[in-house]
């Protein structure tokens, strides 16, 4: 089993729509999430951390249930310029040789159309 | 504010041939990464060093090797490239465990191997 699982997508949605992506981890004792994008032909790009209460940027809501094991997304208001892969991110924090690495989920893309 | 900076962006290899992809950073942190990206895979660990002079293998270390000079540089070597090493590769690095986890990408490396 992946580490990391997320809906590949697309997702094709009009401006102004709410869209919600979400994400499975399989370790329960991970420590660290995160929601990368991805632009296409670009490096990933920090989009936010996620915490455990809950967090918001602007437009975005990123929300961990640890209790079931995912991670979920919320953009309200699509823009255009939204349009991109968004990657779900997961540090497992294990002992040992993996401590410290992130876990990549496949991505799941994002088209937003006028 | 350079970050992650990796060279070649771009390479063309004939099979047997070898190269080294290099990467350096300037945000003072310890722990680096070499990533592959393929079509439909996603982000896929290959090399991973939490510090200077340690090195631990991810996901997909064949065929490649690698080498942390210093806290600021992590390479990565085809010693006799193949064409399944087709890929882009992403260097990145992170703050853990001093500072967060979340990691800071490279531009990236676009390997062509026939």
């Known amino acids: 089993r992946k580490e990391v699982e997320q809906d590949p997508g697309p997702f094709n949605v009009p401006e102004g729509a709410t869209v919600a992506f979400n994400c499975t981890y399989s370790n329960s004792a991970s420590q660290s999430f995160f929601w990368y994008r991805q632009d296409c032909r670009k490096e990933p790009k920090l989009l936010m951390s996620v915490y455990s209460s809950g967090n918001e940027d602007g437009r975005f809501t990123a929300q961990l249930n640890r209790a079931s094991q995912y991670i979920s997304l919320l953009i309200r208001d699509s823009k255009l310029s939204d349009s991109a892969t968004y990657l779900c991110v997961v540090n497992p924090g294990y002992r040992g040789s993996t401590l410290g690495r992130l876990y990549f989920g496949r991505g799941t893309q994002l088209t937003v159309w006028p | 504010n350079a970050g992650v900076t990796q060279t070649p962006k771009f390479q063309v290899l004939k099979t047997g041939q070898s190269m080294t992809l290099q990467c350096a950073q300037d945000?003072?942190?310890?722990?680096m990464y070499w990533y592959r990206q393929d079509p439909g895979m996603g982000l896929r660990l290959i090399y991973y060093?939490?510090?200077?002079?340690?090195?631990d293998k991810g996901e997909v270390p064949n065929g490649y090797n690698v080498s942390r000079l210093n806290k600021r540089e992590f390479s990565l070597r085809l010693e006799s490239a193949a064409p399944s090493q087709t890929s882009v590769y992403f260097c990145a690095s992170s703050g853990w465990p001093d500072r967060g986890t979340e990691a800071f990408f490279g531009q990236g490396t676009r390997l062509t191997v026939v």
């Open positions: 060093s939490a510090s200077e002079g340690t090195t």
């Open positions: 945000m003072n942190h310890n722990s």
